[in-house]
């Protein structure tokens, strides 16, 4: 009798941990880096904060380079997203970077951004804009994790980099 009300309880817990195994599986499958773009760019756009998806570091960078407005204007004369492409995806061991670019209704702008595993958040973002009829790239780099996230590159179709690059780039991810 005993045996089998352990042998009940052991098959409810295998079947509850199956069960969990693949929620947990289907929603790492669904997470998008274009959706987490597209809300950071509404976000630099409006200066609308979302608590959830930047970084306490990165929070403060932003707040310096745009006077605590949150807004940076010439992401915000690009106009609205109209599709994102994934340039490349970088494993990381602490989180994953990413390089994108997005086209908006006046130009297009090119990311280097990073996601900690750890804290869900972005933790280090660079963009490069490039306007329809303009004259060449401004380049508002963003800050984080510590303030040394180089510069992004200037070309707005960036060329991939290794993990690395990638390790130098995001180091607290590494």
């Given amino acids: 009798m005993l045996n089998d009300s352990i042998r009940g309880i052991f098959r409810i ?3 509850a941990a199956l069960l969990v195994a693949g929620v947990l599986q289907a929603n790492a499958q669904q997470f998008d880096p274009r959706q987490v773009l597209a809300t950071l760019i509404l976000e630099l756009q409006t200066g609308t904060p979302n608590p959830g998806l930047i970084g306490p570091q ?3 960078a932003i707040a310096k380079q745009t006077g605590n407005s949150g807004v940076y204007q010439p992401l915000q004369q690009l106009g609205q997203v109209t599709g994102i492409n994934i340039v490349q995806q970088i494993p990381l061991p602490y989180g994953a970077g990413f390089v994108m670019t997005a086209q908006h209704q006046n130009g297009q702008s090119s990311w280097q951004f990073a996601i900690s595993q750890m804290s869900g958040k972005v933790e280090y973002a660079g963009f490069s804009v490039q306007q329809n009829g303009g004259t060449g790239p401004i380049n508002p780099p963003i800050g984080g994790g510590g303030g ?3 510069p ?3 070309n707005p179709n960036p060329k991939p980099i290794s993990t690395g690059d990638a390790c ?3 180091p607290d991810l590494c």
């Fill in 13 to 15: 817990l295998l079947i």
């Fill in 148 to 150: 040394t996230t180089p």
């Fill in 168 to 170: 130098t780039k995001f």
């Fill in 58 to 60: 990165l929070w403060q």
């Fill in 152 to 154: 992004p590159d200037p």
